[in-house]
């Protein structure tokens, strides 16, 4: 049998690929050497939120004074918080697997050996399998890596797996890099009240966020007695002494690696078809197509946005090309990002920096979350939304608050569809709800405020 599509990967974006695969009626084939879902599902997202989601709850049970409830002999159990964690993982997992099975694609596990643009074998403990495609999408994502001075050595010096797998926590932690792991590890570490030092290279912290966010970070970071030197990395690791570039000399229970990744470009045979690289990374078209026309590669391994949901969107784009020769037509400015800090932190588009860099006309809304009633009624007490826009569109989205995952939707769908500020506020929004933070960064761009002094413009 020759397959429509074979894809490499069954990780978000490879999955999503198969499954919209199947929805067209096409034969798929999914190879996967691990467990279905990728690092997002076994090693990465969903454990991480599991940890956190547990995290947020003993740190609302600490506040519930505020609410008129008392609570003694609060305390937690990081063991059992590690085996809720696991049961969830293999929840999911069982149930990506059903619905991988419900939809009629062949799924094999083991190791995919490219043999030529039409065929590979997959090799197991037990057998070898060959099998003949059409078309091939490479969806094998990234893994972590180590750094110049800062070596992994999975015992003191640990990446994104370790971290997961361990079933107690140290009292104390340098987390080296501000991204999204490095971030919501300080939320974990800090929120179970362990000694925090983070160092970020780069001279603000979430360096590829808008500078207002990077600011907010640093202040909360503060709040949350979590040590944060921006600039700075390290400079020597002997045995536990941590020596920085600032002069600082540490001496923390584990350095977690939380920056530094590389694409799983090194599929066994591929070198044979030479494909065209971006550096480390598989160079594409618009289409999602490599230089080898019945070959595609998405998520992590492309380098163009690495973040599950763009695997996702691409896996669905490449898919719909092969099938109907129908333009990718991605705007990468229109995806989402989020970090589940504390509060979280949700961005889409241009951040305000790039703008002016580029010399693009904008008008700015900032509207500061405790202004509205829902946020104060559950005493959460920080944050703002940001919204950049011109007349006709919304150019870029920045929320640091409660639920800001969940809000960073209604702008891009917003966006997305190109609907103008001016629209968007004849929207009415159900009160109380932190979603008037939406409307009211809306009405800041075409009049005023409903919940601020008249003229009152937030610095931010």
């Given at each position: ?163 997961l797998s361990m079933e107690d926590l140290p009292e104390s932690a340098l987390i ?43 202040r909360e970071f503060k709040k949350k007695k979590v040590e944060a030197y921006t600039a700075t990395s390290i400079e020597e690791i002997d045995a536990n002494r ?219």
């Open positions: 049998m020759t397959y429509d599509i074979a894809i490499i990967g069954a990780g978000p974006g490879g999955y999503t690929a198969a499954i919209r695969a199947a929805q067209l009626g096409m034969a798929v084939i999914l190879v996967e050497k691990d467990q279905p879902g990728g690092v997002c599902l076994n090693r990465g997202c969903i454990p991480s939120k599991a940890i956190i989601t547990s995290v947020d709850r003993y740190t609302e049970a600490k506040r519930l004074h505020k609410f008129g409830i008392k609570m003694e002999n609060l305390s937690y159990d990081y063991g059992e918080i590690f085996q809720e964690k696991e049961k969830l993982v293999k929840k999911l997992v069982k149930s990506l697997s059903q619905v991988i099975k419900a939809n009629g694609i062949d799924y094999i596990k083991g190791e995919a050996c490219i043999e030529s643009k039409n065929s590979l074998k997959v090799i197991s403990e037990t057998s070898e399998q060959a099998v003949e495609f059409k078309n091939l999408i490479i969806a094998t994502g990234s893994r972590p890596c180590s750094l110049p001075n800062i070596k992994l050595d999975h015992k003191f010096v640990l990446d994104t797996d370790d971290v080296v890099g501000s991204g999204a792991s490095g971030i919501e590890w300080a939320r974990i570490f800090s929120g179970l009240e362990k000694q925090v030092t983070l160092v970020e290279i780069a001279p603000k912290l979430a360096p590829s966020l808008d500078n207002s966010i990077s600011e907010a970070i640093r941590v020596l920085l570039s600032n002069g600082q000399e540490l001496t923390p229970d584990i350095v977690f690696l939380g920056a530094g990744r590389v694409p799983n470009t090194e599929i066994k045979g591929v070198e044979q078809l030479d494909p065209e690289m971006n550096g480390k990374f598989f160079k594409v078209d618009s289409n999602l197509r490599t230089s080898i026309d019945n070959i595609y590669a998405i998520g992590d391994v492309n380098g163009i946005l690495q973040v599950a949901h763009a695997a996702s969107h691409q896996g669905v784009r490449a898919v719909e090309h092969i099938k109907f020769a129908q333009q990718a037509d991605i705007d990468y400015t229109n995806i989402p990002f989020v970090i589940y800090g504390h509060p979280e932190i949700a961005s889409l588009g241009y951040a305000e920096d790039v703008l002016m860099e580029k010399g693009i006309p904008y008008k700015k809304s900032v509207f500061p979350m405790p202004a509205l009633g829902k946020t104060l009624v559950e005493r959460e007490n920080e944050g703002f939304i940001k919204v950049l826009a011109d007349e006709e569109n919304i150019l870029g989205v920045h929320i640091i608050s409660g639920n800001a995952s969940e809000l960073i939707h209604q702008l891009a769908i917003a966006k997305s569809a190109g609907i103008s500020p001016e629209i968007l506020s004849g929207t009415v929004f159900a009160h109380p709800t932190y979603s008037e933070a939406v409307y009211e960064g809306i009405l800041g761009l075409v009049g005023d405020f409903f919940h601020l002094p008249p003229g009152l413009k937030t610095r931010i």
